[in-house]
């Protein structure tokens, strides 16, 4: 169950990847930087921002897998 942050949801780590298994990116132009990855990022900016924190290679997409 993700928190509101009035922003976006604030999802844990898990429950981000279930909802959106490529991850969450903030715009369209951004890239993976952290290797190859089985899903595409779904563009979602307030999500991300809420999220950001789960960016842990700051490449704009939050919980790339």
């Known amino acids: 169950q993700p928190r509101s ?5 604030v999802y844990k780590r898990q429950a981000l990847n279930n909802v959106y298994p490529g ?5 369209s132009k951004v890239t993976n930087i952290g290797g190859a990855t089985n899903y595409l990022p ?10 950001s924190s789960k960016d842990r ?6 919980c790339e897998r």
């Open 5 to 9: 942050r009035g922003l976006g949801d």
């Open 42 to 51: 779904v563009v979602k900016p307030r999500i991300y921002k809420a999220n």
């Open 57 to 62: 290679d700051k490449d704009g997409i939050a």
């Open 23 to 27: 991850g969450v990116a903030k715009n």
